[in-house]
């Protein structure tokens, strides 16, 4: 019995162990992602918007975005998305309105001067560079091209408007703008000798898209299973008994408790530095393997979280589950369950990795996300609001100086640089969760980052730890206030990023204050805020542990 207690403690620690390296690793990594949507998705997601105040009537058509359609040697193929200049004609909204026309490389490639390929009848395409955009357009239209397309050096879309005193005025092919990476597609098959025929077209986006509910539902839904999962996975025989080590030991912590890592002040300012650090470090020196590194501590830790949920859950409906052991080197003594359990989870794991560019490995993506942080949730905690108020603020203050504020100084939005991936060949970091457009006809994904739901999480789970301590009652507490302050705060976000133009935006921007501004104001209303400030949930157990004793 002596041995198997000894091995049962030894597996504890190492589990112990591995979810402190886990938590090490992931605690700057979510924040990294603590921005919504658009953040994380590729400049051709951008709504439609006007184009500049100040322009002509020449040039005054508003940007849209446009769908390109390949037909590669009269077989359709994949398609690119773009972008419509403020100049140019108007392109139809519907396909079948479109006409599909055969592709053609100005000579010279700028399209600066007259072409001498023959270009009647076709799309021409031009590449950035040497002369203004309205020239290039002009030149095309003037050797008898149908339209043109403007590839861009850099992997955005370009907002193209008229050039300041230009004498050009009367452009009457539509003109589109796509990315490098679009070039390139198109580039692959002329280089190949294949006939390339395109169709462009530029259908309305819904205002709202499906996925945004949904991923709405699983922000709040994750952030309500991590409150409940201890009051979930506990089973009813065992929640008296397990009272007793508290009372004997006055007030000394059950095993697992052990596990729980208290924030404190010092460490949620360490924590912002060391994030600030290490997403400059991405942001120039981020390339494909570091990519894969991040994918592989994402893998790591979503295992550890999906291993942690499976075997509470399953071990708080089936006690025996869990009896049955198995001698291994190294190891010694395992629970089977939690072996077989392990090795379903590293192949799910190893599954979405490998067909992580799939269409549906948005939802392996999603389960070890969501997994991991209600496991996060449930190891990391504020143990009072001064510590919530230092974190979130740290955060709030994070979120929009590396989102609005950083353009100044590195000329471009850092956050936004990182999240969509640009100096690692467009591939996102996957601390998100994401849910394709259903209804968009320009596809793409709805996103929320890990730190969006992380941050004010914790402070969510404090409340219905608080609430349950002082036995409050479902009004009466701070819990039930919380969820409804971070459901609206996410609408804000949403609110934001559709008047700002589909711009990322820092969503602890509205969170903090619909979750943390909440809080505290009604702390005050109820003479409770010097309670919440200095909280302290040791003492508040042993107290009612020597109440339940007498």
């Not at 309205?134 to 193209?160: P, S, W």
């Not at 008296?240 to 729980?260: H, L």
């Not at 939802?363 to 942080?373: A, E, H, K, N, W």
């Not at 980052?449 to 507490?477: E, M, Q, S, W, Y």
Request: aromatic share 12%; glycine share 8%; hydrophobic share 45%.
């Amino acid at each position: 019995m002596r041995r198997q207690i000894k091995g049962d403690q030894l597996l504890s620690i190492m589990a112990f162990s591995w979810r402190l390296i886990g938590v090490s690793i992931f605690s700057f990594l979510f924040l990294l992602q603590s921005t919504t949507t658009t953040v994380a998705a590729r400049a051709d997601d951008d709504i439609s918007r006007a184009a500049p105040a100040n322009s002509s009537t020449s040039c005054s058509n508003p940007y849209r975005m446009v769908l390109l359609k390949l037909w590669i040697d009269g077989v359709e193929h994949e398609t690119i998305g773009g972008l419509s200049a403020a100049f140019g004609s108007l392109l139809s909204t519907h396909a079948k309105n479109a006409s599909r026309l055969l592709a053609t490389y100005t000579k010279p490639l700028n399209g600066c001067s007259s072409s001498s390929f023959k270009l009647s009848g076709s799309i021409a395409l031009a590449l950035r560079g040497q002369c203004d955009f309205l020239t290039k357009a002009a030149v095309a239209q003037a050797g008898g091209a149908a339209g043109i397309v403007l590839i861009n050096n850099q992997e955005d879309l370009l907002e193209i408007s008229c050039p300041d005193n230009s004498t050009i005025s009367n452009i009457t092919i539509p003109v589109v703008t796509i990315s490098k990476a679009g070039g390139n597609v198109i580039d692959k098959y002329i280089s190949a000798g294949n006939k390339v025929e395109i169709l462009f077209y530029s259908p309305d986006r819904p205002l709202v898209d499906y996925s945004a509910m949904f991923i709405w539902l699983m922000a709040v839904g994750t952030i309500f299973c991590a409150s409940f999962w201890s009051e979930l996975t506990t089973s009813k025989e065992s929640s008296g008994y397990e009272k007793a080590p508290e009372v004997i030991a006055g007030g000394t912590r059950e095993e697992d408790d052990k596990e729980i890592l208290n924030i404190t002040t010092k460490s949620a300012f360490v924590f912002v530095i060391t994030a600030s650090t290490f997403l400059l470090l991405l942001y120039f020196f981020m390339s494909s393997w570091f990519v894969w590194l991040l994918i592989i501590l994402f893998s790591i830790g979503g295992v550890e979280g999906m291993h942690s949920c499976i075997i509470s859950l399953v071990l708080s409906k089936c006690k025996s589950c869990g009896r049955k052991t198995l001698n291994l080197p190294l190891l010694g003594e395992i629970s089977i369950l939690s072996l077989v359990v392990l090795i379903f989870c590293v192949a799910f794991a190893i599954f979405w990795a490998v067909t992580r560019k799939a269409s549906y490995s948005w939802i392996g993506q999603d389960i070890l996300g969501i997994c991991l942080m209600i496991t996060v949730l449930q190891l990391a905690q504020l143990p009072n609001i001064k510590v919530a108020t230092v974190l979130l603020c740290c955060a709030f203050l994070y979120d929009i100086f590396w989102v609005f504020l950083s353009p100044a100084i590195f000329h471009d939005s850092v956050m936004i640089a990182v999240a969509r991936g640009d100096k690692a060949g467009g591939e996102s970091i996957p601390m998100l969760l994401r849910v394709p457009r259903i209804s968009d006809p320009y596809g793409g994904y709805d996103m929320i980052g890990f730190g969006d739901i992380l941050f004010p999480g914790l402070l969510v789970c404090f409340a219905f730890r608080f609430d349950k301590a002082r036995r409050k009652t479902v009004l009466n507490g701070y819990y039930i206030w919380m969820m409804v302050g971070y459901g609206i705060g996410l609408l804000f976000t949403y609110l934001g990023l559709y008047l700002m133009n589909g711009h990322g935006q820092p969503a602890l921007l509205y969170l903090v204050p619909c979750t943390l501004g909440v809080y505290v104001v009604l702390g005050l209303l109820r003479g409770e805020l010097k309670d919440l400030w200095s909280y302290d949930s040791e003492s508040t157990k042993v107290a009612d542990s020597l109440l339940e004793d007498a």
